[in-house]
């Protein structure tokens, strides 16, 4: 976030997906007004608000007598307002420290519920923000409040909210997680019934176990089949799904970051591959994660979607300790922040009486693998083991 912030600033200018604020906004109004303009822009990539670069872009930072709103305070803002189909921006908010000054970043994720707009007027010291107008923005300028997006980015937008610019195999992605319209045989094959030219087949027995940890050193190794996703019946993706059959967890076989192994140049000192098993939002991969664990029950909860995973069916065997991460730069540092605190993996690793105790090398390699797994899950979420 760093570095991207100081390359945004040496462009000396905003542009359409970011802006600049000297402080944070003392009417909460206009900043729903900005956070509407950049939402709806036609833009593939998140959108940021940095607090703390004056107008002639220079880095001020922000004081300790600045108003600074929390993640908490934006959200709870948020909520109260009337948003059409209760589509609200999805928001982040985080603070970073650039040469000893605070600054503050609001991300706005890139999703497909454009066109955000209101159903009622919000005023508020003379601002008002109307109902029914969609906002966006060009270049360095917003859509003025009494204005309105021209109708050519709106039919974008639209556009963009169906899915109608997308190929098919991108359209995949948004009509998996259409569970309820799916439709299975009950065996192996199933089509999207809104458009049937959308189908599913599971074809084929690939073995069992694997090459890591959770494929060979648990209570029982996972089978590999085959998820084939097609369009009017061409393949547009062949997924690798794993079964835990006894636990009754399936799952797409995850990505896999390298952080150290033994060949690796990095100053770590891996003695065995310390992988990080992960998804990544808006990823077909994921789309089918959600698929699968939807169907499974009558009902999604939040852990359906959440992790560690785990079957929904009956108590539980298995932990995976895998991570969702919501976009390539949060796994760059994720990834760096384990490099950086790799040695107290190993003061963790060292402590082990489980790994001691083995003789068995390969069980011993396993076990190694598996705490890389635990301490790294727990490390992203800011938990100690």
Known sequence: MQELVEQLVKQKREGDWWDFKKQHHSNLHDLLHDLLCLANIIYDGDR??????????????????????????????????????????????????????????????????????????????GTTVRAGT???????????????????????????????????????????????????????????????????????DEGSGGKFWWEEGLFEKPDRFYYHLKYKGVELHKLLVVRFRSENLEIPFPNIEYIAHTEKNDGCEAEVYCDLFYYLENTIEYSLFKHIRALEVSEVTSKSFSTPIETQIKPRIIKLPFLILDSEESLRMVCKKLVDNYDDFLKVKNKSDDIKSLSDEIQKRYATERLFTEWAYNVVHENSM
């Not at 009494?146 to 995949?172: C, I």
Request: charged share 30%; glycine share 6%.
């Open 48 to 125: 940021f608000i940095i607090f703390g670069v004056s107008d002639d872009y220079e880095i001020t930072g922000l004081s300790e007598t600045d108003v600074r709103y929390t993640q908490a305070d934006i959200f709870n803002f948020l909520r109260t307002k009337s948003f059409a189909y209760h589509k609200i921006p999805n928001v982040k908010l985080d603070s970073i420290l650039i040469d000893g000054k605070d600054l503050d970043i609001l991300t706005i994720k890139n999703e497909d519920h454009k066109p955000y707009f209101l159903t009622r007027d919000e005023t508020k010291q």
């Open 134 to 204: 969609v906002y966006s923005r060009m270049g360095d300028s917003n859509t003025p409040k009494d204005g309105s997006a021209n109708p050519y980015e709106v039919e974008a937008m639209w556009r963009q909210r169906f899915g109608l610019d997308k190929k098919a195999s991108e359209r995949f992605i948004n009509v998996l997680v259409d569970f309820k319209n799916w439709k299975y045989d009950g065996i192996s094959k199933a089509f999207y019934d809104i458009d049937p030219d959308y189908t599913i087949e599971i074809v084929g």
